[in-house]
């Protein structure tokens, strides 16, 4: 690692109204580093990040060196301009533009010569060619963004940002969360491309099995302060999650001995237009039903399905041995499913609305007085879970946006228990949530079992599937391909599973 700084940031500090988001925070990047933050959802890393790409303004006081001359970003572009790029843990792809538009669209867009009011799309669909040739992905440039899925739409956010060629700085923000292992090998790989050119890279992860394979140095936030500074080599993980939450996770996947009832939901002979094929599975009460298989084997199309968000070609769903025609997600609410989306941001959550109105969205008859919402009872009910589910928030008349990714997919858990769900559909429910927030979650989630309901979840995480979950039913190429009991957990089975619709027959 090169011993020369090419970012340096002394005593920088962020208040929000009602909260102090930064204190006094100081640190050094060196030139082909990879510099790792760590922390609790709500510990300021965000908030750090978004200052160095200028999204926010620190407080005065602080200072700011690029390369050693001051540097203050008057904006994303202005960062961008002087080499400091961002991959958010949010997308922020436009949906309903195509795959060269969004690659190109800050940067801007080659023109005809002579012609300079043209744009010359041959030349925009090479150069988008090669950015996202870079990562192997294998995409068709005319199609819009909103058809991926997440994971695919994060690889082209990662691309899209190590392709710049006066890359002084990148910031990771969760890079991984939504992408296979698989994907995960081609972006490390590039890492340490990225590292011999002598870009320094700033990368926050809350999987802990990623630090010490790709980190050099590790700074761990609490509470908006600095903690402590670790080499990755040499961490010790226990150590790491002490320093990062202020005590002992004794268990990290936490699960009681569950007893599974009767079949509470079942699906027979489910298809979608879309990649689903024939898929006949039960979920019971006091399970955990998890679902693996790889981005793209139609995982989360099935409970889309199931919810009512996309049509069903064919087949059924019976809910309590009884078939019910789940048309639509509100449809679905009516006979108590609840199902918490990947993609909190664009489906999950009412962006520009307090937090407590994102409660009770679910069930507002529970709140209405004469046909009328009363403001002060959505209160109080926020406040209740605020205190379950330890949401970190100000106030809950808070906009949901000011909360960090954790908080808001707690926020989304609290709707659906407010709306008295017997059948809870998680997908990616830990994705960008800290180990503490993991822990809590997973908790939250036996305990439902436990009460009887049911609980089907969708993870990319191996680890986690087999954690927490009851059976494992494994979907392959848009079928099922086998269910798992308990017993039987194994990575190498459940891959095994997982690539058997993809082999030549």
């Given at each position: 690692?090169n ?6 940031v ?12 930064l ?5 050094d990047?060196?030139?082909g ?5 760590v ?8 908030t750090f990040v ?5 999204i926010?303004t ?21 960062a961008?301009?002087q080499?400091?790029?961002?991959i958010h ?5 436009i949906p309903d533009m ?6 190109l669209?800050a940067?801007?867009?080659p023109?005809?010569?002579?012609m300079?009011?043209f744009?010359?799309?041959?030349e ?5 060619q090669a ?11 005319h199609a819009?963004v ?6 695919n739409q994060?690889m082209?956010?990662i ?14 923000d ?13 972006l490390?790989g590039y890492?340490?491309?990225l590292?011999a050119?002598g ?5 926050i992860s ?6 010490k394979?790709?980190?050099d140095?590790?700074?761990v936030?609490?509470d ?12 010790d993980v226990?150590?790491m999650?002490r ?6 996770v004794?268990?990290?996947y936490?699960?009681s ?9 079942e699906?027979?002979?489910l298809s ?14 006091g399970?955990?039903?998890?679902i693996g ?9 099935l409970?889309?399905g199931?919810f009512?968000?996309?049509?069903i070609?064919s087949?059924?769903?019976?809910i309590?041995?009884?078939q ?6 509100k449809m679905?609410?009516?006979?108590k499913?609840a199902f918490?989306?990947?993609?909190r ?6 962006m ?6 994102n409660?009770v969205?679910s069930k507002?008859?529970k709140?209405g007085r004469?046909g ?9 009910v926020?406040?209740d879970?605020?205190e379950?589910l ?10 949901i ?5 954790g908080?808001q997919q707690?926020v989304i858990f ?9 059948i809870f559909?998680?997908?990616e429910p830990t994705?960008g949530i800290d180990?503490?927030a ?14 009887g309901?049911?609980?089907?979840l969708i993870?990319s995480d191996m680890m986690?599937l087999m954690g927490i979950s009851?059976r494992i039913?494994v979907m392959s ?11 039987d957990?194994?990575q190498?089975?459940?891959m095994e ?8 027959k």
């Amino acid at each position: 690692m090169n011993q020369e700084k090419v970012l340096s940031v002394e005593n920088i500090s962020k208040t929000f109204p009602g909260v102090k988001a930064l204190n006094d925070i100081s640190l050094d990047l060196y030139k082909g580093e990879v510099l790792v933050l760590v922390g609790e959802n709500g510990a300021g890393k965000s908030t750090f990040v978004k200052i160095l790409s200028g999204i926010y303004t620190a407080d005065e006081g602080g200072k700011m060196t690029l390369d050693g001359k001051a540097y203050t970003p008057k904006g994303i572009r202005d960062a961008n301009s002087q080499g400091i790029y961002i991959i958010h843990q949010e997308l922020n792809m436009i949906p309903d533009m195509t795959i060269t538009e969004n690659l190109l669209l800050a940067q801007g867009f080659p023109k005809k010569k002579g012609m300079k009011c043209f744009v010359d799309w041959k030349e925009a669909d090479k150069q988008a060619q090669a950015i996202i040739d870079q990562m192997d992905l294998k995409y068709d440039l005319h199609a819009r963004v909103e058809t991926l899925s997440v994971a695919n739409q994060q690889m082209l956010e990662i691309s899209k940002a190590i392709s710049q060629e006066n890359a002084k700085v990148i910031i990771m923000d969760e890079p991984t969360a939504s992408i296979t292992s698989q994907e995960v090998d081609k972006l490390f790989g590039y890492i340490h491309k990225l590292k011999a050119r002598g870009i320094g890279i700033i990368y926050i992860s809350h999987r802990l099995e990623e630090i010490k394979r790709i980190g050099d140095r590790i700074i761990v936030l609490r509470d908006g302060t600095y903690v402590g500074e670790k080499e990755a080599a040499t961490v010790d993980v226990d150590e790491m999650i002490r320093m990062m939450v202020g005590r002992n996770v004794t268990q990290y996947y936490p699960k009681s001995e569950h007893k599974a009832g009767e079949v509470a939901l079942e699906v027979e002979g489910l298809s979608l237009h879309k990649l689903v094929k024939n898929v006949s599975l039960q979920a019971r009460k006091g399970e955990v039903l998890g679902i693996g298989g790889l981005v793209g084997a139609g995982r989360t199309e099935l409970v889309r399905g199931i919810f009512g968000a996309d049509k069903i070609a064919s087949g059924r769903v019976l809910i309590d041995g009884r078939q019910v025609k789940l048309s639509s997600p509100k449809m679905s609410v009516k006979h108590k499913i609840a199902f918490l989306t990947e993609d909190r941001k664009i489906l999950g959550l009412l962006m520009g609305q307090s937090i407590w109105s994102n409660v009770v969205i679910s069930k507002l008859s529970k709140l209405g007085r004469f046909g009328f919402l009363t403001e002060g009872r959505g209160i109080r009910v926020s406040d209740d879970y605020k205190e379950q589910l330890k949401i970190r928030m100000p106030s809950s008349r808070s906009l949901i946006e000011n909360l960090s990714g954790g908080n808001q997919q707690k926020v989304i858990f609290a709707r659906w228990l407010f709306s008295d769900s017997d059948i809870f559909i998680f997908d990616e429910p830990t994705r960008g949530i800290d180990v503490g927030a993991k822990t809590e979650m997973y908790e939250l989630i036996d305990r439902l079992v436990l009460d009887g309901k049911t609980v089907i979840l969708i993870s990319s995480d191996m680890m986690e599937l087999m954690g927490i979950s009851d059976r494992i039913a494994v979907m392959s190429n848009g079928s099922l391909a086998g269910v798992l009991e308990r017993d039987d957990f194994t990575q190498e089975k459940i891959m095994e599973l997982a690539l058997e619709g993809y082999l030549e027959k």
